[in-house]
T-cell receptor, first 114, second 114 residues
Framework: AQSVTQLGSHVSVSEGALVLLRCNYS??????LFWYVQYPNQGLQLLLK??????LVKGINGFEAEFKKSETSFHLTKPSAHMRDAAEYFC????????????FGGGTRVLVKP | GAVVSQHPSWVICKSGTSVKIECRSL??????MFWYRQFPKQSLMLMAT?????????EQGVEKDKFLINHASLTLSTLTVTSAHPEDSSFYIC??????????FGSGTRLTVV
């Protein structure tokens, strides 16, 4: 079984400041990990994914995440927040190869202050 | 590539009627599709896994007679909410397994039952 915990349901950052969204996972097998972004009344867009290759993963819109097995973490960062980064972010895990069902974290809503 | 089209985007129906939501993979074949439900300001809850040509696998607590899933072709899965009631009002999202990123999500359907 797998699970995901996102620490902090809401994060507020100033425009230009660092964005840090925390994600910890639990999986009985080597996981694949994903970060998705959701804008209001829309589906999910993939930001980046970890599939057992490089532990530092770069995604779209300047986001990146680092897989740390020892800490069972996959935190998402962006050096400089933009207003357009205001959205809901979800971390998700699936055991092994993609194709199994995703388990989502509770989500973190990001507010960007001008 | 890997586009999933979900229709309708929103629907309002009367209590007791049925509503069908379609999820199409436009440029790839999707042997497996997933249906999620999302309550306001909450995460995605997996309802069922839809496999082409076979019966869907429902998650615990999801009424299969209430939420009928059909995956008759490699590009189309449908979710029918039967005898809808106000408590079925929610945001429904489908996703499909793809060859690249793993999962592609539809844009979601806002269902309101009055």
């Amino acid at each position: 079984a797998q699970s995901v915990t996102q620490l902090g349901s809401h994060v507020s950052v100033s425009e230009g400041a660092l964005v840090l969204l925390r994600c910890n996972y639990s999986s009985s097998v080597p996981p694949y990990l994903f970060w998705y972004v959701q804008y209001p009344n829309q589906g999910l867009q993939l930001l980046l994914k970890y599939t057992s290759a490089a532990t530092l993963v770069k995604g779209i819109n300047g986001f990146e995440a680092e897989f740390k097995k020892s800490e069972t973490s996959f935190h998402l960062t962006k050096p400089s927040a933009h207003m357009r980064d205001a959205a809901e972010y979800f971390c998700a895990v699936t055991p092994g190869a993609a194709g199994n069902k995703l388990t989502f974290g509770g989500g973190t809503r990001v507010l960007v202050k001008p | 590539g890997a586009v999933v089209s979900q229709h309708p985007s929103w629907v309002i129906c009367k209590s007791g009627t049925s509503v069908k939501i379609e999820c199409r993979s436009l440029d790839f074949q999707a042997t497996t599709m997933f249906w999620y439900r999302q309550f306001p300001k909450q995460s995605l809850m997996l309802m069922a896994t839809s496999n082409e040509g076979s019966k869907a696998t429902y998650e615990q607590g999801v009424e299969k007679d209430k939420f009928l899933i059909n995956h008759a072709s490699l590009t189309l899965s449908t979710l029918t909410v039967t005898s809808a009631h106000p408590e079925d009002s929610s945001f429904y999202i489908c996703s499909a397994r793809n060859r690249g990123d793993g999962y592609t999500f539809g844009s979601g359907t806002r269902l309101t039952v009055v």
